[in-house]
């Protein structure tokens, strides 16, 4: 059964930006992840996934305003995968073009917290529009274990 073909059960986190909420949005993987059947490990490494791409909103995400903006966590459990996103409405980005943002360091080697997040999970897309928001939708197999981290997904990005 493919992403398209499921029912999802969802429930999500709301609320800003702020980085006390990392360890809010740990315990409500936790809580999602622990009624599937997902081994501790597998569970451990969406913590991660989902923490990294939260800390990239509280860190880059409403850069420009200076101040914490709106955040969703959304957990979607299928018959054969588990669906975490993570949503903002901030300035976005472009991944992939090897383009440089206004006040980062140009010999900055790039950060890891995005390569760590595919290499975590099963399939990773980032939907980012400049001025548009970011979504990172991550998926974790719940039936083929053994693929695991085989067929992450190419990043696809909408925008300039
Ligand atoms: N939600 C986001 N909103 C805006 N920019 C982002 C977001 N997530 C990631 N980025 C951009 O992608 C870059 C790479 O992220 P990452 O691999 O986690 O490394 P790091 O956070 O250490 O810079 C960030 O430096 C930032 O420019
Ligand atoms: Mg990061």
């Known amino acids: 059964m493919n992403s398209t073909s499921q029912i999802y059960d969802w429930i999500e986190l709301r609320g800003l930006s702020r980085p006390e909420y990392v360890k809010a949005v740990r315990a409500f993987i936790a809580a999602v992840a622990d009624s599937t059947t997902l081994p501790k ?9 989902a923490c990294e791409a939260v800390t990239n909103v ?14 969703v966590v959304r957990c979607g459990k299928g018959e054969s995968e588990l669906v975490v996103e993570v949503i903002d409405a901030g300035e976005g980005f472009i991944p992939e073009d090897g383009s440089v943002r206004e006040g980062t360091d140009p010999n900055r080697e790039g950060g890891l917290g995005i390569p760590l997040i595919k290499q975590l999970m099963d399939g990773v897309v980032y939907w980012s529009e400049l001025n548009g928001g970011t979504r ?10 053994q693929c695991r981290g085989a067929g992450a997904r190419k990043v696809a990005v909408t925008g300039r």
Not at 41 to 49: F, G, M, R, S
Not at 63 to 69: A, D, L, N, Y
């Open 41 to 49: 490990k597998e569970i451990a490494d969406i913590q991660v996934a």
């Open 58 to 71: 509280v860190r880059h995400a409403y850069r420009e305003s200076k101040c914490p903006g709106p955040i």
């Open 136 to 145: 990172v939708h991550m998926v974790k197999s719940l039936v083929r274990r």
